[in-house]
Structures are given as C-alpha cells and as structure tokens.
C-alpha cells in the first residue's frame, strides 16, 4: 500500500483517534498558571503530563496485543500513578 493510503488509514482507527484525544487533553491540561517557584511548577505540568501516559497506555492495552506492550503499558498505569499521588500529596503538604 502506498504511504498516503497508510495515513488514511492510521487515521481512521480508534486507536489512532484514542491517542489524539489522550495527547490533545494532556497538552492542555499541562498548560498550568505558573507560579514562579520551580518546584511547584514542575509538580503541576508533570501531573497532567503522567496523566496522558495513563491514558495512552490505557489505549494500548484496549487496542494493542503484542505482549512486550501490553506488560509496559501495565508498568506504566502503575509507577504513574503512584507518582501523580505522591505529587499531589507534596503539593497539597505545601498548601498548593
């Protein structure tokens, strides 16, 4: 098949259209009202930023079947998860 017949495609396909909206909700999300203070800015981005991985890995494992994938997407629901708790938990120990 010829390249463009691919992206058409790709396009098409609800895993394709399950990560765009996965990433689209993550970039926006990301775009946080900064304070100033590093630390606190870095919490913030990276929240929604493990978030979209959830996401993406959640998609992975609806439409996904190779094995090597599905095991990653399973560590990756777990490790960002507990990282988005610990950040929530600095954040609200810091009263943000």
Do not use: C
Not at 69 to 92: G, N
């Amino acid at each position: 098949m010829e390249g463009h017949d691919m992206s058409a495609m790709a396009a098409e396909s609800p895993s394709t259209a399950a990560y765009q909206q996965a990433m689209d909700r993550m970039h926006k999300d990301m775009m946080v009202d900064y304070t100033g203070n590093a630390d606190v800015d870095f919490m913030r981005g990276m929240i929604p930023h493990h978030q979209g991985a959830i996401d993406m890995a959640k998609v992975a494992l609806e439409y996904g079947s190779d094995p090597e994938v599905r095991k990653l997407a399973e560590e990756v629901i777990a490790a960002q998860e507990a990282e988005i708790t610990m950040m929530q938990d600095w954040l609200k120990a810091r009263g943000e």
